[in-house]
């Protein structure tokens, strides 16, 4: 991406933060010995550290447009997840970033007839979100999303504190409960300005979805598995996973 397209989002994204949300956002000044974050915002005595990504190609769907009919592809978010760990890696590698900055990490994640699935799997991404269903040892069906049922970016980078998934007009917060400032941002007075605000621990409380608060190695699911089953007396459950298909009409 050229530094003028990355000059052009960050001054869009700081007049959304500026305009929209009543923020006050300064551009920070690119130095040519290292790299920094675009924006810092401040509000109330705090600093939020923000960097902003685009990531509005889809060659995966493009892919499947241009394939056979019948064609099926498992969609993967690999490059989006590169992305925000780039972004991170500027922000936490900022050599003016204070012990008390808050971080935010700003994805452009959708163009009009260019993007579909960017947004979705960069929250699954974020959350290591699969969906899980079955039925629990008092015989209820359910079908729930699981956050952090796989390895994921917010439980790798716990001083990540949010990261904004912005696809077109919707316009999602996803806050990490694993951060240490996860209280503070839950009340910041700027959320309901979002389209939605991604919450594992309220999705919880409300029984919307399952959440693997555990310590087990995500790469071992009958371990994760096990542990939900103990903490939501479940049955064994079944990952559901969708696949793209390529059928022209």
């Not at 869009?12 to 690119?30: Q, Y």
């Not at 941002?185 to 959440?211: M, Q």
């Not at 096990?226 to 903490?231: A, P, S, V």
Request: net charge negative; hydrophobic share 40%; with cysteine.
């Amino acid at each position: 991406m050229s530094q003028k397209h990355v000059d052009s989002d960050a001054e869009m994204i700081r007049g959304i933060l500026r305009d929209v949300l009543g923020l006050n956002v300064s551009m920070i000044t690119p130095s040519p010995e290292y790299k920094s974050p675009d924006l810092l915002i401040e509000f109330a005595g705090l600093r939020v550290l923000t960097e902003v990504e685009r990531k509005t190609d889809d060659q995966q769907f493009r892919d499947l447009v241009d394939s056979k009919k019948g064609a099926t592809i498992e969609y993967s978010g690999a490059r989006t997840e590169e992305r925000v760990k780039n972004a991170w890696r500027q922000i936490r590698d900022f050599p003016d970033r204070r012990p008390s900055d808050s971080t935010l990490i700003w994805l452009i994640a959708g163009q009009r007839d260019a993007t579909i699935l960017t947004a979705e799997a960069a929250i699954a991404r974020l959350y290591g979100v699969e969906t899980l269903e079955g039925h629990t040892e008092a015989d209820e069906y359910y079908s729930k999303p699981c956050y952090f049922f796989y390895e994921s970016l917010f439980f790798k980078y716990k001083h990540l504190d949010a990261v904004v998934v912005h696809s077109c007009d919707d316009v999602s917060l996803c806050l990490n409960p694993y951060s240490p400032r996860y209280a503070a941002w839950r009340i910041f007075p700027f959320l309901s300005a979002f389209s939605a605000v991604i919450d594992p621990v309220a999705e919880e409380s409300a029984g919307a979805a399952f959440f693997a608060d555990c310590d087990s190695d995500r790469r071992n699911t009958d371990q994760v598995a096990g542990y939900l089953r103990q903490k939501y007396q479940l049955r064994r459950p079944t990952i559901t996973r969708f696949v793209l298909v390529n059928m022209p009409v």
